[in-house]
Structure formats: C-alpha cells, structure tokens
T-cell receptor, first 113, second 112 residues
Framework: KAGVTQTPRYLIKTRGQQVTLSCSPI?????VSWYQQTPGQGLQFLFE???????NKGNFPGRFSGRQFSNSRSEMNVSTLELGDSALYLC????????????FGPGTRLLVL | DQQVKQNSPSLSVQEGRISILNCDYT??????FLWYKKYPAEGPTFLIS?????DKNEDGRFTVFLNKSAKHLSLHIVPSQPGDSAVYFC???????????FGKGTSLLVTP
C-alpha cells in the first residue's frame, strides 16, 4: 500500500500571500489530520477531517482552513501568511474508526519571507 | 498549554545499552498513548502504542510502560542500535484515532 503523500514538499512564500497544501491519505483511509511542527512549539494539531466533514479542530486562527474531498484527499489553506507560519506541515491518515493509528506523510516545509 | 511533556530534549546512549525515554501528561482524559520516531526531512513513523487498560506493551526491542496514577509513560529500547538515533515523540489522545497531543520530542543519539 502506498503511504501518505503530501505536495508540494517545499514552498517559499512572502508575507500576506496565501498557500494551499495537499495531502493524499493511504488508500481506504477516510480520516485526514493536519499538524504544524515548529522548533518552539513542537507538533500541534490543526484539524481533522472525516468523510468530508471537519470532526476536530485545534487552537489555530481562522486563517488556517481545510477541506476534504469525496476521495478523502485533503487540502489545507493558510491565508494572509505571517512569518510565524513558517513550519513543517504534516498530514496523517487513519481509517477514522476508534481502533486505528494515524500514519504520517513526509510533510510540506513552508518558508514565509 | 503543553498537556504532554518530554522534559529531556536529548539523550545519548551507547550501542547495546538500554535507552529510556520519558513522557508526562496532565490531562486525565487521555486514554491512548503512542510513540513516534522521526528522522530529519521525514514525517513521524509510528512505533508503538498503549491504551490505558494496559500498563505495558512490547514490540520487539521496544517496550512502552504506562503509569496512569503518575500520569507517566516511558519507552524502553533494548538493545539500542545506531539506527535508532532519531527524535522520539510521545503523543496522547482521549480516544484512539482522534487528535493527538504531542510532546516536543527527545533527540536520541546512539553511539557505537
């Protein structure tokens, strides 16, 4: 089975721009979660989508949003980028049921200048 | 607020010896605990998990111990190998499959 894939792997943007990141989960997985990793804060949960609906949400401002498509692929959007948004963005997939572990993709490294 | 804490940012162990990585949590609702391993430029890789109904789970060289009363868990790696050198993250959630709360990681270096 192919693992979780994320595109692009690296991205450079400037302040004020917006960015869209993509995540394709493991085949058959219906849940996709997004995390932000920074040196100071570690790995922090952004949100989780299950069957095209946001099921859980972390403590991030409204500039961070996401969606999930019928094929379970998910996108994350960050609007009005700030320097502090520079981070590794990771997505994780699972079946979404109560018995499954989350498996992570390689991440998208975003640099905001 | 950091609900999962890994108080040792780094650990150095000799090859063949035991590595013990520790993790504390504050939320008594956490019911499911995991350890992930992360190499630079890669996503975290799932290592081992434990639910609150158990106090120990083993998988090969990796054993996780859970002490619910102390809100503490630990990962033991025996014997440690140079390929184990990575950052190890402890994570917890109130339900398996739900949002994970991560510690900030412990960087393990296993020296030959």
């Amino acid at each position: 089975k192919a693992g979780v894939t994320q595109t692009p792997r690296y991205l450079i943007k400037t302040r004020g721009q917006q960015v869209t990141l993509s995540c394709s989960p493991i085949s058959g997985h219906r849940s996709v979660s997004w995390y932000q990793q920074t040196p100071g804060q570690g790995l922090q949960f952004l949100f989780e989508y299950f069957s095209e609906t946001q099921r859980n949400k972390g403590n991030f401002p409204g500039r961070f949003s996401g969606r999930q498509f019928s094929n379970s692929r998910s996108e994350m959007n960050v609007s009005t980028l700030e320097l502090g948004d520079s981070a590794l963005y990771l997505c994780a997939s699972s079946s979404g049921l109560a018995e499954e572990t989350q498996y992570f993709g390689p991440g998208t490294r975003l640099l905001v200048l | 607020d950091q609900q999962v804490k890994q108080n040792s940012p780094s650990l150095s162990v000799q090859e063949g010896r035991i590595s013990i990585l520790n993790c504390d949590y504050t939320n008594s609702m956490f019911d499911y605990f995991l350890w992930y391993k992360k190499y630079p430029a890669e996503g975290p890789t799932f290592l081992i998990s434990i639910s609150s109904i158990k106090d120990k789970n083993e998988d090969g060289r990796f054993t996780v111990f859970l002490n619910k009363s102390a809100k503490h868990l630990s990962l033991h790696i025996v014997p440690s190998q140079p390929g184990d050198s990575a950052v190890y993250f402890c994570a917890a959630s109130p339900l398996r499959g739900y949002a994970l709360n991560f510690g900030k990681g412990t960087s393990l270096l296993v020296t030959p």
